[in-house]
Structure formats: C-alpha cells, structure tokens
C-alpha cells in the first residue's frame, strides 16, 4: 500500500494537468504544485549538499556502510537532486519550453505539455540519483526492496499514468483511450512478429554478454552479481511471469502507449533507459537503450499490444536464461 501511495501525488498532478485543458484554473493548480515539488526536491539537494560536509557518525548507519561512504554519496546525490529540482523547474516557463519544441513533436503550450516536460526532467535525474545511490543499495538487504509485489504495483501505476496521460476520462472515452494507446486486439501476424522478434533480440543479448565478458570478465562478473541480488525474490514460477508480464504491460502502456507519440521515439527511448539505471553504467545499460529504440520503432509500425507481447516474451525467456 504504501508503494502505490507514492504514485497518487504523481497521478494527482497529470490528472490536474489533464482537467487544465478543460478548466483553466486546474491548469494552474497544476503548475504550481509542479513548481513547489521541484523547489522542495532542489532544498532536499542542497540538504544532503550541506550533510556531506558534516558527515554521519557511523554508529548510526547500516554495519559495513561509514559515514564516509555516505559523505561520499550524499555530494553527488545532493548535487543532483538541486539540478534537477532547477531544471525541471524551468521548464514551467512557456519560453524555455518553446525552444524544447523545436526538438521534439510536443506543443509548448498547455498544462499537459509543462507537466511532461517538467516530469520527464525529473525522472531523468531520479534515475541519476538512483545511480548514484547504487553502492549504498549493495550494502542492504535487496529482497525486501525488490519483490514480486512491488513490480507489480510500479505496473499498475504506470498503468494508471498512461491513461490518465491520455485523457481518460476526462478528454477520451474507453473506447478512444485505447485507440490513442495503441492498445488494439493482437493479431495473428504481429503475434508472430513480436515473438520472432523478441527471440532474436534474446540471441543478439546473450552475443553482447558473451563480448562483454571476454572483454571485461571481472566487470561482468561483478554486473551479474549484483543483477542476481536485485533479482533474488525472482526465482520461481509467479517471479518469471511478473517479469515478464508486469513490467512488458507496465512500461508499455505508459511509454511507448502514452509518451511516444507525445515525446517522439529518441526522447522516449531516454526515458525509457533512464529508468533502468539499476544496471549501472555498463553495456547492458546501453542495451537497454537499444532495445528502447527497438521496441519504440516496432510500436511505429504496429501498435502498442505488439509492444506488450514483444517485451514480456524478451523479458521471460531473458531472466530464465540468465537463472539457469
């Protein structure tokens, strides 16, 4: 329950957002609550900027991580999250957003144009900040951060996100929501499509780790250690099919569903890999970003359910080769 509690203010903003384009002031609303989280997030950075010059005495901390370890993180981790907070707060001006259009097929005008460019900056640099606090994670216990029940509550936000996104229901009915979705019934030969295709992208993944490994065994080594310690709660029947089909159902609904045919596909493939920054910053980061574009040119030329079928049958016979 408290998983999905973090997603209700996220949800509560694009749903503002979205009731802006109908009703003026909601737009308003929007981009003032936009502009206070990002102040709050750029005070937050400047905190941990402050702490990283006092830092915490280590009886206060989990054994094997000292307060200079977290004097280390929390510079970096603060510095980041006061970029961040300033970024994404700039984008709340019409001019600076003007510019950014230019780049990408997104209107500068409009609460739902502030609110995902405000919040795509964000999840950027979250996604750094999570990189950042990578070593820190190693030195805990990762079954409870990372279980079956929680992927499957991320997928339900995201869910959640990408209808709302889109106008539902505000703007669209059921029926025009899975239109601009691309949430159309599968058929026959894109089912195919997405599930050669998914074993080839399977096949060209297990050459990058076979490369990657001759060439930086140690690096690899240590890669799949810590890949297998965020995955330990994974190993059965109900982890596999979570893999699979909560983060392909998830991830697909609300990027390549909702952000793309906002966002356009390079800036959605960012976003995408972004938010696999528990890889790290190593090939299989890269790969991830890769597939993003995969995936993102498959739901150009198909639609999103193709997406779906696609990313869950790569995930699946991805993690289960990786277990065995």
């Known amino acids: 329950m408290s998983d999905i509690l973090l997603f209700v203010p996220l949800l509560a903003l694009v749903f503002m957002a979205d009731l802006g384009l109908l009703w003026r002031p909601a737009g308003v609303i929007s981009q003032i609550l936009l502009g206070l989280a990002n ?133 669209r009915n059921l029926r025009d929501s ?12 894109r089912i195919l499509l997405a599930i050669v295709a998914a074993a080839v992208m399977v096949l060209l993944s297990g050459v990058m780790d076979t490369v990657w490994r001759s060439l930086d065994a140690a690096g690899f080594a240590v890669f799949e250690e810590h890949f297998g310690r965020f995955f330990e709660a994974f190993h059965s029947t109900w982890g596999l099919l979570t893999v699979g089909l909560a983060a392909g159902i998830g991830e697909e609904i609300l990027y390549r569903g909702a952000i793309q045919p906002k966002l356009g596909l390079l800036p959605t493939s960012i976003l995408f890999a972004v938010i696999h920054s528990y890889y790290g910053l190593s090939p299989a980061f890269a790969w991830i970003f890769l597939l993003g574009l995969g995936l993102g040119y498959l739901r150009k030329k198909t639609d999103t359910t193709t997406c779906i079928l696609f990313h869950a049958v790569y995930n699946m016979f991805s993690f289960f080769m990786g277990t065995q």
């Open 39 to 171: 102040l709050i997030l750029a005070i937050f950075g400047l905190a941990l900027l402050s702490i990283s010059l006092h830092p915490i005495p280590p009886a206060i901390l989990e054994e094997g991580f000292s307060g200079i370890d977290a004097a280390f993180i929390s510079a970096p981790l603060g510095l980041c999250l006061l970029l961040t907070g300033i970024s994404a707060g700039l984008f709340l001006s019409p001019a600076i957003r003007r510019i950014v259009s230019r780049a990408i097929p997104l209107e500068a005008e409009g609460p739902v144009s502030a609110a995902a460019m405000v919040l795509s900056v964000d999840l950027i640099g979250v996604s750094v900040a999570q990189l950042i606090t990578l070593p820190a994670l190693f030195t805990l216990s990762l079954s409870t951060l990372i279980t079956p029940t929680r992927i499957w509550v991320q997928s339900l936000s995201f869910i959640l996100l990408g209808w709302v996104g889109v106008g539902f229901p505000l703007r």
């Open 178 to 189: 899975l239109q601009r979705l691309g949430c159309l019934p599968p058929r026959p030969r």
